[in-house]
């Protein structure tokens, strides 16, 4: 077997993958800029605010995680469907205002409401799929905004005061 035509063929399929990958991209953040599930303004937000159940995805272009979102973009926009669920997305390079008034720092969350109440906030990528994995407008989440790890929480290796196994 000649080895040096399969890793040339494996590394032609790779560059192809990564360019439709980008053309998916592209297409989807060209067709959602066009449609209502994009806002821009807090006015945009204040008209859908009301709604029994909505999330928000806040992500700024340019970085990894846009491209990781508006790729993933129609398999969340159909499942937050079958959750009775409105999805929008928010730029936050071309929404600071509104980036602001939702009172966010980071460059990437998901906001999930419940009958006019905040429930959840996620700031990261792993945790914004496995939402959509398992959806749970009830229970409250709350994650840290910055991805540095909390040292006040006990290290797997302190034991816990009321550790009955310590």
Sequence with gaps: ??????????????TQAKEYGDKVVNFS?????NTPAFLKTVEDFEKISHEKRLILIIAQKDTEDY?????????????????????HLIDSSLSAD?????????????LVYKEWSKNGVYTKLDDITSF?????FTEQKEYSKSSVQDTSS????TPKENDPLS
């Design 67 to 87: 491209n990781k979102i508006m790729a993933r973009y129609p398999i969340f926009a159909a499942k937050a469907w079958m959750m009775i669920a409105r999805l």
């Design 29 to 33: 953040e060209k067709q959602l800029k």
């Design 98 to 110: 509104l980036v602001a008034h939702l009172q966010l720092d980071v460059s990437l969350a998901m």
């Design 1 to 14: 077997m000649d080895w040096k035509w399969f890793t040339g063929a494996f590394q032609n399929i790779t």
């Design 132 to 136: 959509f994995d398992n959806p749970s």
């Design 154 to 157: 006990p290290s797997p290796e």
